[in-house]
């Protein structure tokens, strides 16, 4: 089946600007994370959905960052006023359910440049 | 505080050697997993193995083993005749059991960069 995708691939903005990131996890998963990898940070953990439950937040670095997800699927990330810190690669993850028991798939990442 | 440490930052060897990856962990939590991911220079993390804290059995998988020992808290992968295939960046991450479908997010290492020389 299907795998994890996210949009865009690749995304160059200006600092300043918003933007969002999307992540299409695998059907029925119910579980959905998202991690950055930046050359300074390593793989860091930043949000983790479960089913209807409220999110949990605590890897966001600031309250520029925010995400949701909608009918327990698809989840969007948002950046809002862009920094040059905030180039990284933006990693969306889903399991069956959560749990150490059951492995996160990753999709293929957003490349986010802020210039 | 869970953490994860891979000393070996970059690592080369000939094809058809054997190289082993190794991962130290902390954690102060009884119930846990371990993973090795491996990213290909094409970005996509991939999964290779989980292992639950109970479990020490080594476990092999082709060219592929794992030495789990939680008397040294390290869970080290080796592969056996390797390949230039097996170049890529592997990293190891642990998670700690949440009760009522908690988080438990994965706490990576800083990653062993592999490359095999042809």
């Known amino acids: 089946g299907a795998g994890v995708s996210q949009s865009p691939s690749n995304k160059v903005t200006e600092k300043g600007k918003d933007v969002e990131l999307r992540c299409d996890p695998i059907?029925?998963?119910?579980?959905l994370y998202w991690y950055r990898q930046s050359l300074g940070q390593g793989l860091e953990f930043l949000i983790y959905?479960?089913?209807?439950?409220?999110?949990?937040k605590s890897g966001l670095p600031s309250d520029r960052f925010s995400a949701e997800r909608t009918g327990g699927s698809v989840s969007t990330l948002t950046i809002q006023r862009t920094q040059q810190e905030d180039s990284a690669v933006y990693l969306c993850?889903?399991?069956?359910?959560?749990?150490?028991?059951?492995?996160?798939?990753f999709g293929p990442g957003t490349r986010l440049t802020v210039t | 505080a869970q953490k994860v440490t891979q000393a070996q930052t970059e690592i080369s060897v000939v094809e058809k050697e054997d190289v082993t990856l190794d991962c130290v962990y902390e954690?102060?939590?009884?119930?846990?997993?371990l993973f090795w991911y491996k990213q290909p220079p094409s970005g996509e993390l991939v999964f290779l193995i989980r292992?639950?804290?109970?479990?020490?059995q080594n476990e092999i998988s082709g060219r592929y083993s794992w030495n789990f020992q939680k008397s040294t808290s390290s869970f080290n992968f080796t592969i056996t005749a390797s390949q230039v295939v097996d170049s890529a960046v592997y990293f190891c991450?642990?998670?700690?059991?949440?009760?009522?479908?908690?988080?438990?997010?994965?706490?990576f290492g800083t990653g062993t960069r592999l490359t095999i020389i042809p």
């Open positions: 993850a889903s399991s069956l359910v959560p749990g150490g028991a059951y492995e996160q798939y």
């Open positions: 059907s029925g998963h119910t579980a």
């Open positions: 959905f479960q089913g209807n439950s409220a999110p949990d």
């Open positions: 954690t102060r939590d009884t119930t846990y997993y």
């Open positions: 292992r639950n804290s109970f479990d020490e």
């Open positions: 991450a642990l998670s700690e059991e949440e009760a009522n479908f908690g988080n438990e997010k994965l706490t």
